[in-house]
């Protein structure tokens, strides 16, 4: 749980189940992260082996950022918690 805890990493981690982002794609989808939540979560996930950051040699250079083979099996785990929470949203379940 403290590879992937907390309120940021699974929600990052749900968009790059979807394929490999760059950071303003990231940004994009996630627009209540601050830049520097972000940046932080992103490393420790690099850092954790959940994702792969990588420099592409273009001009202008960009990172990419994609699930390691242990962060692609976290997504049906991901998938699952995203199902409950729009589910929840939506007011499908009794809370009492």
Do not use: C
């Not at 990231?26 to 992260?33: N, Q």
């Not at 040699?57 to 990419?64: A, C, E, K, L, Y």
């Not at 699952?80 to 929470?85: N, V």
């Amino acid at each position: 749980m403290e590879k992937i805890g907390g309120f940021w990493k699974p929600i990052i981690l749900y968009h790059l189940s979807t394929g490999d982002k760059r950071y303003s794609e990231l940004k994009r989808a996630i627009p209540a992260v601050t830049e520097k939540m972000l940046i932080q979560h992103l490393k420790q996930l690099e850092k954790d082996g959940i994702v792969i950051r990588t420099a592409k040699p273009v001009v202008p250079p960009h990172v990419v950022y994609e699930l390691s083979t242990a962060g692609k099996s976290l997504v049906p785990v991901i998938q699952s918690m995203s199902e409950w929470a729009f589910k929840d949203m939506a007011g499908n379940y009794d809370h009492s």
